[in-house]
């Protein structure tokens, strides 16, 4: 169900006008049903999918907390499962094409089967936003969570589950376990938002995005026509994707609920590590909480940190799409935060950008 | 200047991102504005103004931000003026019109979320 269209509007209308009439504990069932209800709505398998991930790190979460000396097994089965469906669903066909590729290169022909299976929607987001429970209990930063349908619901929540914000566990769980009384300002601010969010899609990505595919369906376009394609691309994107977390943001403050801020006018940036505070901020801080960090990020020898911090971007490249192109778009990004560092280092030139994190700030 | 370094570095790398077909990628890398053909900057200014014409409302907003950020005097000013019922007129007269410029405006080519496909 996408959110610019009557099926969805109808949906929304429906589940609000519920919603609002039931208790919390009803609320919360209602929800995770509508969860269910939005994202098998073209393809039901699909929540069949996330329930095994849902379950899986549920039941992770307790093991850890009631078996704390073999934590570390559990948080490796939930992190087998997510990051498996992932490595199945997303990059199978992507390492079964390069080995065959290699082999070919060194004289042996193999033609090996290729999964022909639908990538199931949102599948990067919600296995990201699951893992986060996981690992924060491993690391007693919060307690397992013992109610099957608060957490179910923090897993589906469908305001923004096929393409975030990616919520942390200690902001969207919380949020699901307390009360919500409805609030007029915040509704009416979310009818801002869900409108500007519209009219980013719809006029400004639309129509820009006409320019770049015309553009980009050109086997041979002269320098000129590419970088303005380029350009067309650039600014499509900033739209489409800021004006789904704008949305989603919208639709979830009609519920009592409040997403982070996912996009903070990314293209006013100053430095490419300030445009990284700004860009997809969700995705950015959980590659530097539980990846970045975890790695030993700034700390150690300056070849060593830098390492840290490209591989970092590689990974969050590779995030986005099976093929090389978006390993060496994070590549590029990873070597440019990295330069413009040191060179302010360097010239001891004041940090740029705005210094405070925004992870998990809402606005 | 910083602005404008990061933008045109930010928006360059959008080219990696979007070509998946490397053999392409290679060739646009190497494409070059000498053996531009008549007419052709001329086809790729058209595509430039026409995509920035559409990102205007971006442009506006992000400006916006920009003086917001760097506590400009009359942006602070109009900001601190909007509160209460004040606010939620504003609010209202920009739903509306935000509305109308999308009935209007909007693409006849409908386009899915580009992020429904990671």
């Given at each position: 169900m996408i959110f610019h269209s009557l099926d969805f509007a109808a949906f929304f209308a429906i589940v609000v006008t519920i919603y609002?009439?039931?208790?919390?504990?009803?609320?919360?069932?209602?929800?995770?049903?509508?969860?269910?209800?939005?994202?098998?709505?073209?393809?039901?398998?699909?929540?069949?999918?996330?329930?095994?991930?849902?379950?899986?790190?549920?039941?992770?979460?307790?093991?850890?907390?009631?078996?704390?000396?073999?934590?570390?097994?559990?948080?490796?089965?939930?992190?087998?499962?997510?990051?498996?469906?992932?490595?199945?669903?997303?990059?199978?066909?992507?390492?079964?094409?390069?080995?065959?590729?290699?082999?070919?290169?060194?004289?042996?022909?193999?033609?090996?089967?290729?999964?022909?299976?639908?990538?199931?929607?949102?599948?990067?987001?919600?296995?990201?936003?699951?893992?986060?429970?996981?690992?924060?209990?491993?690391?007693?930063?919060?307690?397992?969570?013992?109610?099957?349908?608060?957490?179910?619901?923090?897993?589906?929540?469908?305001?923004h589950l096929v393409a975030g914000p990616i919520m942390r566990a200690r902001n969207l769980l919380v949020q699901v376990e307390r009360p919500r009384t409805w609030n007029p300002t915040l509704a009416r601010s979310g009818v801002v938002l869900v409108m500007w969010g519209l009219f980013k899609k719809l006029v400004v990505a639309d129509n820009v995005g006409v320019v770049a595919n015309r553009v980009f369906s050109q086997?041979?376009?002269?320098?000129?026509?590419?970088?303005?394609?380029?350009?067309?691309?650039?600014?499509?994107?900033?739209?489409?994707?800021?004006?789904?977390?704008?949305?989603?943001?919208?639709?979830?403050?009609?519920?009592?609920?409040?997403?982070?801020?996912?996009?903070?006018?990314?293209?006013?940036?100053?430095?490419?590590?300030?445009?990284?505070?700004r860009w997809h901020i969700s995705l950015s801080t959980w590659f530097r909480d539980?990846?970045?960090?975890?790695?030993?990020?700034?700390?150690?020898?300056?070849?060593?940190?830098?390492?840290?911090?490209?591989?970092?971007?590689?990974?969050?490249?590779?995030?986005?799409?099976?093929?090389?192109?978006?390993?060496?778009?994070?590549?590029?990004?990873?070597?440019?935060?990295?330069?413009?560092?040191?060179?302010?280092r360097a010239l001891s030139l004041p940090a740029t950008g705005r210094g405070r994190s925004r992870s998990c700030r809402s606005a | 200047m910083q602005v404008g370094l990061t933008w045109t570095a930010m928006m360059a790398g959008w080219l990696f991102f979007r070509e998946t077909d490397a053999e392409y990628l290679g060739h646009f890398l190497r494409l070059s504005p000498a053996v531009t053909m008549e007419g052709e900057a001329a086809i790729g200014l058209h595509f430039f103004v026409l995509a920035a014409t559409w990102s205007l409302p971006l442009f506006v907003h992000d400006l916006w931000a920009l003086a917001r950020e760097r506590q400009v005097a009359p942006v602070a000013w109009l900001e601190s003026r909007l509160t209460g019922l004040r606010l939620a007129g504003v609010q209202a007269a920009g739903v509306g019109l935000l509305a109308t410029l999308t009935l209007v405006l909007r693409s006849t080519t409908s386009l899915d979320f580009i992020y429904f496909a990671f």
């Open positions: 609002w009439r039931l208790p919390h504990r009803a609320q919360n069932l209602l929800l995770l049903a509508a969860s269910y209800v939005f994202y098998g709505w073209v393809h039901p398998w699909f929540v069949l999918i996330m329930l095994a991930s849902t379950t899986v790190d549920y039941w992770a979460g307790q093991r850890m907390e009631d078996d704390p000396a073999r934590r570390g097994r559990y948080l490796a089965a939930s992190l087998a499962v997510n990051l498996g469906m992932l490595g199945v669903f997303k990059y199978f066909n992507f390492f079964v094409e390069n080995v065959r590729d290699v082999l070919g290169a060194v004289g042996f022909t193999v033609a090996p089967p290729l999964l022909e299976i639908a990538l199931p929607a949102g599948i990067s987001f919600y296995t990201f936003q699951a893992l986060s429970y996981t690992v924060d209990v491993y690391k007693g930063e919060m307690h397992a969570r013992r109610d099957p349908i608060d957490f179910a619901l923090f897993v589906a929540f469908f305001p086997s041979d376009p002269a320098f000129e026509v590419l970088w303005a394609g380029v350009f067309a691309f650039g600014m499509q994107i900033y739209a489409d994707f800021s004006a789904y977390s704008d949305i989603a943001r919208g639709v979830a403050r009609w519920f009592g609920f409040e997403l982070v801020v996912n996009f903070d006018h990314p293209y006013i940036a100053s430095s490419p590590t300030d445009f990284w505070r539980y990846v970045y960090i975890p790695l030993g990020g700034n700390r150690g020898p300056a070849l060593v940190a830098a390492c840290t911090l490209i591989t970092t971007f590689l990974v969050s490249g590779f995030w986005h799409g099976a093929n090389w192109n978006y390993v060496i778009w994070g590549f590029y990004h990873g070597v440019l935060v990295w330069s413009t560092r040191t060179v302010g | -």
